[in-house]
């Protein structure tokens, strides 16, 4: 209902996961719908050896469960607000005043539902999206995108897909799809490309099309109870404890959301030794034979949980490949047993798509190194034939240093492909002009090829939307960062 405090919470709550979701790097790979299949060529810090002490395997298990307790508490709170097993749709651009998202996104507008899928089924009814480009992507609680419907997978066909727990053996509806989840608890996320504030409406249309139900609303059978409460987030996703207290809330997410990995488990069984476990909370439980706490495992538990979360922090630091300042990661978003590339995306970039589906690169520095002003004029120059190799859309955003739109009389924020009246040099180059003031009158298309920064620092942020082969590839060359007018 139109006004009321639970319609207000929900959009606050959908504008905190957009925000996760437009930082997100991403990796490359191929895909369909319910492909599981996951990535690798990272380390499997997930093999454990037979000589270890207790506070190196405590790290391990740190490292290995620190994404599924991110996932758990972002469940629990975006699922506390806009609710679970329902979908919600956003409704606006961002801009200068979307302040409770980093790096908001003016490309896409979000379609968002937290899925418990403990109490039955849950059945996405699409209709035939052909005019724009889409996706819904679908999360496991351990952060592998195991499955996409959408432009690139499904070629935007009209369809009915039924999102399976792990498991399940009962009948689909006739003409269903199915989608085996990887995990009882999975997150499903929608991006729809909006030209402007006028094809807004035409989404919103999209939306009054499609539906999220149970399984028994289509098949006549009683409605399943209600899976159990998600609970209260022990803290924020991005404030993970890094000591002991970790692995008691690693015991009650393992309760619900089991590994998904044969090197997972494995690890996981050896944690047991640890009274690390589904249920378990090993720093109020840990005991010897006589009942007293086993100090030893306790210190152990305490010297991991530092250890690792000092490995996720620096993994963290230093994802992505930098060529001309920008920053680019092609590896993430499906895993396999590389624990720590898993642990770290989830630190930085929870929710990131595969490369196949998005690729963002990120500017912080120019073209000779010094971090980006807006007391400095630059410009960037793609030469003819080589603007960004994309299947749906390539954009170009400018975000003040804390990651957020800034205040600009201009109104513009981003500039891209669907920028109306871009002007190209004589031999087919585009060169877009970064400056806070507008460049002189005179100086051709420069007016149209004007991107405004702010007055201080900025971040300059990429955006390809089903990305070329040179891109997936490595191959592709980002131009860099031009100064052309440094003050002083």
């Given at each position: 209902?139109?006004g ?7 959009r606050v709550?959908a ?10 790097a991403?990796s ?10 996951a990535?690798g060529?990272?380390p ?6 037979d ?6 395997l405590?790290s ?5 469960g620190y994404?599924l307790v ?13 609710g679970?097993?329902?979908l919600?749709?956003?409704n606006a ?5 979307s ?12 379609s ?9 089924p ?8 052909t005019?724009r480009?889409?996706?819904y ?8 995108s195991?499955?996409?419907?959408g432009t ?6 009209a369809?009915?897909?039924?999102i399976t727990?792990?498991g399940w ?11 085996e989840?990887?995990t ?13 504030e ?13 539906s999220?139900?149970p399984?028994s609303a289509?098949t006549?059978?009683p409605?399943?109870p209600?899976?159990p409460?998600?609970g209260?987030?022990?803290g ?26 044969a ?14 476990g ?8 840990t005991a010897d034979?006589?009942?007293e706490?086993?100090?030893?495992v306790?210190d152990a538990?305490?010297?991991g949980a ?16 930098t ?9 993430i978003?499906r ?17 990131a798509?595969?490369a196949?589906?998005?690729?963002y ?14 007391s400095a ?7 003819a034939g ?11 955003s400018?975000?003040?240093?804390d ?5 600009h009389?201009?109104?513009r924020y ?18 877009i ?5 507008e ?9 149209v ?6 007055a ?12 070329g ?8 060359t980002y131009?860099?960062v ?6 002083g």
């Amino acid at each position: 209902m139109p006004g009321d405090g639970g319609s207000r919470a929900r959009r606050v709550a959908a504008a905190l996961l957009v925000g996760v979701l437009t930082v997100a790097a991403c990796s490359g790979g191929d895909d369909g719908v319910g492909d599981g299949s996951a990535g690798g060529g990272g380390p499997t810090d997930a093999e454990v050896g037979d000589e270890m002490t207790d506070a190196e395997l405590a790290s391990q298990t740190y490292v290995a469960g620190y994404p599924l307790v991110v996932s758990v508490r972002t469940l629990q709170r975006l699922g506390g607000l806009v609710g679970v097993n329902r979908l919600f749709w956003q409704n606006a651009l961002a801009g200068p005043q979307s302040r409770t998202i980093v790096a908001p996104n003016r490309d896409t507008l979000y379609s968002i539902a937290v899925l418990d899928l403990r109490a039955e089924p849950m059945v996405l009814t699409l209709p035939e999206v052909t005019d724009r480009y889409f996706t819904y992507q679908f999360l496991d609680a351990w952060t592998e995108s195991f499955a996409y419907v959408g432009t690139r997978a499904t070629g935007g066909r009209a369809g009915t897909w039924v999102i399976t727990p792990p498991g399940w053996d009962g009948e689909l509806p006739a003409g269903a799809d199915r989608i085996e989840a990887t995990t009882p608890q999975v997150f499903l996320l929608g991006r729809f490309l909006v030209e402007d504030e006028a094809d807004i409406a035409n989404v919103t249309a999209i939306s009054r099309q499609t539906s999220l139900r149970p399984l028994s609303a289509l098949t006549g059978d009683p409605a399943a109870p209600p899976p159990p409460p998600l609970g209260e987030p022990a803290g924020t996703p991005q404030d993970i404890p890094a000591d002991a207290a970790f692995f008691d809330e690693l015991g009650d997410a393992l309760a619900v959301n089991p590994p998904t990995t044969a090197a997972q488990r494995e690890l996981f069984s050896r944690a047991e030794a640890l009274g690390i476990g589904p249920g378990e909370h090993p720093t109020g439980t840990t005991a010897d034979t006589d009942g007293e706490s086993d100090a030893g495992v306790v210190d152990a538990l305490v010297d991991g949980a530092a250890a690792g979360h000092e490995q996720v922090v620096e993994e963290a630091a230093a994802l992505g490949q930098t060529t001309n300042g920008w920053s680019a990661n092609l590896h993430i978003g499906r895993y396999g047993d590389d624990t720590l590339l898993r642990a770290a995306v989830a630190r930085v970039g929870w929710g990131a798509n595969i490369a196949a589906e998005a690729v963002y690169p990120v500017a912080r520095v120019d073209a000779e190194g010094d971090p980006l002003d807006g007391s400095a004029t630059y410009r960037i120059t793609f030469p003819a034939g080589e603007l960004p190799p994309v299947g749906a859309f390539w954009s170009l955003s400018v975000y003040g240093d804390d990651m957020f739109f800034t205040e600009h009389p201009s109104g513009r924020y981003t500039i891209g492909d669907r920028t109306p009246g871009l002007t190209f040099g004589d031999d087919g180059s585009l060169e877009i002009v970064l400056s806070h003031d507008e460049p002189a009158a005179g100086a051709e298309g420069r007016a149209v090829n004007w991107l405004p920064v702010p007055a201080g620092r900025f971040v300059l942020m990429l955006r390809l939307y089903l990305p070329g082969p040179a891109v997936l590839d490595g191959d592709y060359t980002y131009p860099p960062v031009e100064p052309i007018d440094r003050a002083g």
